[in-house]
Nanobody, 122 residues
């Protein structure tokens, strides 16, 4: 299983970015997938996740601004980020695990990408 993120970059506050995570090697589509972010010295934080049944969850700070979606045809997980704020600055990672993963266990997902940097300036 391999996850490859792309789409990070530098934007001004209020701008938008779309992150992509292309997955390969998955034997089927019954996977929980999510976006996480981490800054230096901090624990990795779940930003948004999508369960195998399509249910989506978001951390409170991004609700109404970020949208997670899954393009099954392209095996790609997307994160549309609008109205970006400086506090959204972080390395963003895509994670995946087979089956349903409850929120408290998702930081232990078995598969991770290499990360893509998002920098938001004020």
């Amino acid at each position: 299983v391999k996850l490859v993120e792309s789409g990070g970059g530098s934007v001004q506050a209020g701008g938008s970015l779309r992150l992509s995570c292309t997955a390969s090697g998955f034997p089927d589509t019954s996977y929980c997938m999510g976006w996480f972010r981490q800054t230096a010295g901090m624990e990795r934080e779940e930003v948004a996740a999508i369960s195998p049944n399509g249910t989506t969850t978001y951390t409170q700070s991004v609700k109404g601004r970020f949208t997670i979606s899954l393009d099954n045809a392209k095996n790609t997980l997307l994160l549309q980020m609008n109205s970006l704020k400086p506090e959204d600055t972080a390395m963003y990672y895509c994670g995946a695990g087979r089956g349903y993963w409850p929120p408290e266990r998702r930081r232990n997902l078995p598969f991770w990408g290499q990360g893509t940097q998002v920098t938001v300036s004020s």
